[in-house]
């Protein structure tokens, strides 16, 4: 069964960085396309990113510019880069994946499988 793990939330002046990571202990990723979600309170879970295992991506309207997701060389970590953070993108977030080893793209649905407990991303001044 595979657990995907999300760490490297925290707080986050406006403006600032931070990049999340998504692992599977024991497991390599490159046979599953991820994809990152976000919920704020009060608010429904809305899609970030994505990736496929030929590393094609996607991105939301509100992220795309500012956030990127990246593989490692090696297959184990999926990364969400977040430039020029902003309040609005306070939110728990996710990492999610299906195993889809022959599909060169990934979906920004909430059709994934697999799903991680979530880190807190706080931007506030």
């Known amino acids: 069964q595979l657990q995907l793990v999300e760490s490297g939330g925290g707080l986050v002046q406006p403006g600032g960085s931070l990049r999340l990571s998504c692992k599977a202990p024991?497991?390599?990723?490159?046979?599953?396309?991820i994809a990152w979600f976000r919920q704020a309170p009060g608010k429904e879970r809305e899609a970030v990113s994505c990736?496929?295992?030929?590393?094609?991506?996607d991105y939301a309207e509100a992220v795309k510019g500012r956030f990127r997701t990246v593989r490692d060389a090696a297959g184990n970590t999926v990364y969400l880069q977040m430039n020029d953070l902003k309040p609005d993108d306070t939110a728990v977030y996710y990492c999610?994946?299906?195993?889809?080893?022959?599909?060169?793209?990934?979906?920004?649905?909430?059709?994934?499988?697999?799903w991680g407990q979530g880190t807190q991303v706080t931007v506030t001044s």
């Open positions: 990736i496929s295992v030929s590393r094609g991506t």
């Open positions: 999610s994946g299906n195993w889809n080893p022959r599909s060169p793209i990934c979906t920004l649905r909430p059709d994934y499988n697999y």
């Open positions: 024991g497991f390599t990723l490159t046979s599953y396309a």
